[in-house]
C-alpha cells in the first residue's frame, strides 16, 4: 500500500467509530442537575416555546397572503403535523430521561457521528432563533416608542451599510439576552419561576384577546362578497400549513429538560400533549376571531392583532396586545436560553464537546459555563449580525432533527431491548427455577424462543405466507426495508414539490411516478410491520409505529425540499467550516496520544470561524468520546520463533521475557 494511505482495517475501525452508539443502560434517573421540574413546570415550559411572537405576526401574515380566513384550518393540519414529531418525542422523553433531546435519541439508535451532527445543528437552531427573537423584541418595544430607541442609536453610535452586518447594534437584543442568561445559570426553579410568570400573563392576554375578538365579531367577513373562507383554495390552506408548522416547534424544549424532570416518564409525555394542545388551540382560536373582526385582505400583517383593535374602536385593547407579546417573546427567549447549555451539557459529558461544559455550579446544579458563553455568543449575534438571512437556519435544523428523531423511533422499536443490569452478581430469585442439565437448558431456550419472539424477527403468525422472509438474519430484512422507505420517501417528495417544473414530464408520468413510489413506501411499511417489534407496557410509547413516523418523515422531507437552494448550501457551508488535516494515522499510536490529548491539524481557511462543525468532532470529539474509552485496548500481536533445534521449553524461555517464564513445579526433575 502507498505510504500515507490508510489501510483498509484502519478505515473500517473508522467506520466503527463514527457509527458506535451510547448504551440504554446509562440513562437512569442519577444525574448532577437537579431533579425538581413538575408536569405544570414543564407543560409552561413548552407552552412559553411554541407561543410567541408567531401568534401575533404570523397569523396576520398566513390569513392575508397564503389562505385568508382559513387559516384556522392551516393551524390545524400543521398541529397535527406536530403531533407526530412531538409523540415521537414523547416516547424517548419518556424512554431516555436525560437531558440532550434529539441530540441523544439519535445517539442511543443511529450512531455518534449523526448524534453530534444533530447536536451540532440544534445548538445553531437555538443560537439563531435566541438572537433573532431578541431582535424582534427589541423592534416590537422600539415600535411601541414610535422608533425613539433606533433613533437615537443611530445618532449617537452610527449605522452602516455592510454585508451580514445589522444596519445598527441593536444593544436592548443583546441586552435583554444577558438578563436572561443571568436569570437562567441562577437554576431551574429560577427559570421555572420567571417561565411561569410570562407565561401566565401571555396565556391571559390570549384569554383577553379570545373573549373580546369573539364579542366584536362579524361573520359578514367570512362570506363571499368578502372572498369567501377560502379564497386562495386548497393550495393556500397547504401553503398556509407549511408556514405554521413552525409555530409548533417548541415542543422540543420539554424532551431537552427531561432530566430536571421529577417524573420523567410521566411527565414529558404528559407535558408534551397538553402543551401542543394549548398552543394549537390558542392559535385556531386567534386567528378565528382575528379573521371575524375585521376582513382578511386588509389585515396588517406586521401587527394585525393590534390594528383591528385599533380599526374597532378599542385602542387600548392595543396596549394589552403589545404587552401579551413581549410577555410572549420573553417565553420564547427564555425556553431557547434554558434548553441551548443543557445541549451543550450533554454533548460535553458524552466527550463529544469541551469538558468544561460538562461542569455543573454545585450550588445551582446548572451547566453554568455553557449557559454565560452561549449567551453571550448570542448575545453577539443579536448585537450586531443581520439575521434574516440566517433565520431559514432554523427551519433546516428543526426538519432535519424531527427526521432523526422519528428514525431512530423505527431503529429502536425492532432492536433487541437491552437487559437491566443487576446491582450485584446473578442469584435466583425466588421464581427461579433451577435447571442442572443442558437438555433442560435447551427445552427452556426453545420455548422462550417459540412463545416470544425478539425484535426484527418475523411474526410467527405471518410465517406460513412470508416464509421468505424468515431465512435472514433477524433484523437484516428490517434494515433493508428501512432503507428502501426512506429512499422512497425523498423520492415522493422530490415529485410533489418539484413536480413537472423540474422532472419536464408529461401528466400521466407525474401520476404514474407518483403511484409507484407510493406503492414502495407502503409496501417497506408493510414488510416493517410483519416483524416483531419491542413493547413496553410501563413506558408511553407511540402507536401504529411504523406508520406514523413514516409519515412525519414524509412531511419533514417535503419541508425541506421546499427550502430554498441556498438555505441548503449555508447549510453544507456550516457543517464543512472546518476539515481535518491528514497529522493522524487512523489505527496507529492511538493509545498514547488519546490519553493526552488530540494530535490533529486542523486546516481552517481564515474566513471562517475555527472549530466548527466536523472540525470539532474530528478534531475533539471522536478521540474523548466515552464511548472510545469504554473500547477495550487492541492486544498487541503475538510473534512465535521457531528454532530447528532444542526442547519446547527451551524455545520458550529463549522467547518469552524473564517474568513470564512459567516457574518449575517442586521436585521437577530435567
Known amino acids: 500500500m502507498a505510504r500515507g494511505l490508510p489501510s483498509i482495517a484502519s478505515l473500517a475501525r473508522l467506520c466503527q467509530k463514527l457509527n458506535r452508539l451510547k448504551p440504554l443502560e446509562d440513562s437512569t434517573m442519577d444525574t448532577s442537575l437537579r431533579r425538581c421540574l413538575s408536569t405544570l413546570d414543564l407543560t409552561l415550559l413548552g407552552v412559553g416555546g411554541m407561543v410567541g411572537s408567531g401568534l401575533y405576526v404570523l397569523t396576520g401574515t398566513v390569513a392575508k397572503d ?129 417561565n411561569h410568570t410570562f407565561s401566565t400573563i401571555s396565556l391571559l392576554v390570549i384569554l383577553f384577546i379570545i373573549i ?156 453554568v459555563a455553557g449557559t454565560l458563553v452561549f449567551g453571550l455568543l448570542t448575545a453577539f449575534l443579536a448585537l450586531l449580525l443581520d439575521l434574516e438571512s440566517l433565520v431559514q437556519f432554523l427551519s433546516i435544523g428543526t426538519l432535519l432533527a424531527y427526521t432523526f428523531v422519528a428514525t431512530s423511533i423505527i431503529v429502536l422499536r425492532y432492536q433487541k431491548s437491552s437487559l437491566p443490569s443487576s446491582p450485584g452478581p446473578a442469584s435466583p430469585g425466588p421464581l427461579t427455577k433451577q435447571h442442572s442439565s443442558f437438555s433442560d437448558h435447551l427445552q427452556l431456550v426453545g420455548a422462550a424462543q417459540a412463545s416470544v419472539p425478539e425484535p426484527g424477527e418475523l411474526q410467527p403468525a405471518l410465517r406460513p405466507y412470508l416464509g421468505f422472509l424468515d431465512g435472514y438474519s433477524p433484523g437484516a430484512v428490517v434494515t433493508w426495508a428501512l432503507g428502501v422507505m426512506l429512499a422512497s420517501v425523498i423520492t415522493i417528495g422530490c415529485v410533489l414539490v418539484f413536480g413537472n417544473s423540474a422532472l419536464h414530464l408529461p401528466h400521466w408520468g407525474h401520476i404514474l411516478l407518483l403511484l409507484a413510489t407510493s406503492s414502495v413506501f407502503l409496501l417497506s411499511l408493510l414488510v416493517l410491520g410483519a416483524h416483531q417489534q419491542q413493547y413496553r407496557e410501563d413506558l408511553f410509547q407511540i402507536p401504529m409505529v411504523p406508520l406514523m413516523p413514516a409519515l412525519s418523515i414524509l412531511l419533514n422531507v417535503c419541508l425541506m425540499l421546499k427550502l430554498s437552494s441556498l438555505t441548503w448550501v449555508r447549510f453544507s457551508i456550516w457543517l464543512l467550516m472546518g476539515e481535518w488535516g491528514p497529522g493522524r494515522d487512523w489505527g496507529q499510536k492511538e493509545g498514547r496520544e488519546d490519553r493526552k490529548g488530540w494530535n490533529l491539524h486542523l486546516r481552517l481557511t481564515p474566513y471562517l470561524p475555527p472549530c466548527a462543525g466536523l472540525a470539532v468532532y474530528f478534531g475533539y470529539g471522536i478521540w474523548h468520546s466515552k464511548e472510545n474509552q469504554r473500547e477495550p485496548p487492541r492486544p498487541n500481536p503475538t510473534h512465535y520463533v521457531v528454532f530447528p533445534r532444542g526442547s519446547l521449553e527451551e524455545t520458550v524461555q529463549a522467547v518469552q521475557p524473564p517474568s513470564q517464564v512459567p516457574a518449575h513445579e517442586p521436585g521437577h526433575m530435567e
Open 66 to 194: 397564503m389562505a385568508g380566513p382559513a387559516v384556522l384550518l392551516s393551524f390545524g393540519v400543521a398541529a397535527v403535523a406536530s403531533l407526530l414529531a412531538a409523540l415521537c418525542y414523547a416516547e424517548f422523553g419518556a424512554r431516555v430521561p436525560r437531558t440532550g433531546s434529539a441530540y441523544l435519541f439519535t445517539y442511543v439508535s443511529m450512531g455518534e457521528l449523526w448524534a453530534f451532527l444533530i447536536g451540532w445543528n440544534v445548538l445553531l437552531e437555538y443560537i439563531i432563533g435566541g438572537a433573532a427573537v431578541a431582535r424582534a423584541w427589541s423592534g416590537y418595544l422600539d415600535a411601541m416608542f414610535s422608533h425613539r430607541i433606533r433613533n437615537f442609536t443611530e445618532t449617537h453610535v452610527g449605522s452602516w451599510e455592510m454585508p451580514l452586518l445589522a444596519q445598527y447594534p441593536d444593544f436592548l437584543a443583546a441586552g435583554i439576552i444577558l438578563l436572561a442568561s443571568a436569570f437562567v445559570s441562577c437554576g431551574a426553579r429560577v427559570s421555572s419561576w420567571l
Open 212 to 367: 373580546l375578538g369573539f364579542s366584536l365579531a362579524q361573520p359578514h367577513n367570512w362570506s363571499a362578497e368578502e372572498g369567501g373562507f377560502a379564497p386562495f383554495g386548497f393550495s393556500g390552506v397547504m401553503a398556509g400549513t407549511a408556514s405554521c408548522f413552525y409555530a409548533f416547534v417548541g415542543f422540543d424544549v420539554i424532551a431537552a429538560s427531561s432530566e430536571e424532570a421529577q417524573n420523567p416518564r410521566r411527565s414529558v409525555p404528559v407535558a408534551i400533549a397538553i402543551s401542543l394542545a394549548l398552543a394549537a388551540g390558542a392559535y385556531i382560536l386567534v386567528s378565528t376571531v382575528l379573521t371575524l373582526m375585521v376582513p382578511w385582505h386588509s389585515l396588517d400583517p406586521d401587527s394585525a392583532l393590534a390594528d383591528a383593535f385599533y380599526r374597532r374602536g378599542y385602542r387600548w385593547a392595543g396596549f394589552i396586545v403589545a404587552a401579551g407579546s413581549i410577555c410572549a417573546m420573553n417565553t420564547v427567549l427564555l425556553s431557547l436560553l434554558f434548553s441551548l447549555p443543557r445541549i451543550v451539557y450533554a454533548m460535553a459529558v458524552d466527550g463529544l464537546f469541551f469538558q468544561v461544559f460538562a461542569r455543573v455550579h454545585p450550588r445551582t446544579q446548572v451547566p
